[in-house]
């Protein structure tokens, strides 16, 4: 059967009961003001001719699991019988993400899958409470979710030499770094020069970022997974203010909740201009492959109902 977007908006609707789908930047339909200009549009993407094709051939199975699915699996992380995997774009990301999904987040509704199925390489999905250890790796990993104590993306090189201060060791072979306690203790503007003259000395020594940690979950849902004594101690990063192109944004809140595959895009677009020091040249956009091709149908649906 052919698939228009008022389907593919139905179908979405009717996956789960009505309930509070809040969620780290992905929520429930009704078109966020940056619809209108449509941002996306500049994007540098791969040819979505192959989901114009799929769309109109209808749901197809999944190669692994046969389920009926439309464009990819979101169980199995594959693209659809009709969705043949060497039409679909690979984005080669500068580190590695973990993406930490909580058990009652709806897989048809979460935009986590993008990103595995896009940068098979270096995303993994976790689901909530079966994730890894990340304590002896602290001094490389870091963690998106606002807060208090958050930084920006240009200050991740700085406080992970914070890390590296107090005695986490930096090479997996080699801990002889003197403990922090038994060093001299400094003045503060006394040690943050200490630690800018170190992140200068050693170049890229200090943007030694090596993995990014990403929640997938409602908001009512985050605190369990943010308060897990695994993820305590980890940096924590705060992106910059950006509006959402989700279709399932919440009456009522701010439309600068972005979903998880614009979260880990806009963070990747800011790491490399921040800590990489290079011109960006739409090396990431194709993690937004998927995401801007159902942004685009939805926006049609909207248009012909007279939504919009």
């Known amino acids: 059967m052919s698939l228009n977007a008022s389907t593919l908006l139905n179908e979405e609707n009717s996956q789960e009961p009505k309930r509070n789908t809040e969620r780290l930047g992905s929520l429930e339909l009704q078109a966020p003001s940056s619809f209108q200009d449509n941002p996306l549009q500049q994007l540098q993407l791969a040819s979505q001719e192959v989901l114009e094709k799929a769309k109109k051939s209808g749901r197809s199975k999944c190669p692994q699991c046969s389920s009926s699915r439309m464009f990819y ?7 659809v019988e009709t969705v043949p995997t060497k039409e679909i774009p690979t984005v080669k990301l500068p580190l590695k993400i973990d993406i930490i999904k909580h058990p009652n987040e709806t897989d048809g509704k ?72 038994k060093q001299a203790k400094l003045e503060p503007e ?69 979903s998880t595959i614009e979260a880990i895009y806009y963070f990747l677009v800011d790491y490399h201009h921040e800590i990489l020091k290079e011109n960006y040249k739409g090396q990431y956009d ?4 998927f995401f801007s091709f159902m942004y685009t149908l939805i926006k049609n649906a909207k248009c012909c109902a007279g939504k919009e």
Do not use: M
């Open 73 to 79: 699996c979101y169980t199995c992380f594959v693209p």
């Open 110 to 181: 979460s935009t986590a899958v993008h990103a595995k199925l896009l940068a098979p390489d270096d995303v993994t999905i976790y689901k909530y409470p079966c994730i890894p250890e990340y304590k002896e790796k602290r001094h490389e990993i870091a963690l998106i979710f606002p807060g208090p104590n958050s930084v920006s993306v240009k200050d991740i090189a700085f406080h992970l030499q914070k890390y590296a201060k107090k005695g986490i060791c930096t090479n997996d072979d080699d801990c002889s770094r003197e403990p922090f306690l």
């Open 190 to 258: 006394e040690e943050e020069k200490n630690l800018n003259e170190c992140i200068s000395t050693n170049g890229n020594e200090g943007t030694r970022l090596k993995k990014i940690i990403f929640i997938d979950s409602t908001w009512n849902q985050t605190n369990k997974i943010i308060t897990d004594e695994r993820l305590q101690g980890l940096l924590q990063i705060e992106l910059k203010t950006r509006k959402t192109c989700f279709w399932r944004h919440q009456k009522g809140k701010p439309d600068t909740y972005l």
């Open 286 to 289: 194709n993690l937004l492959f």
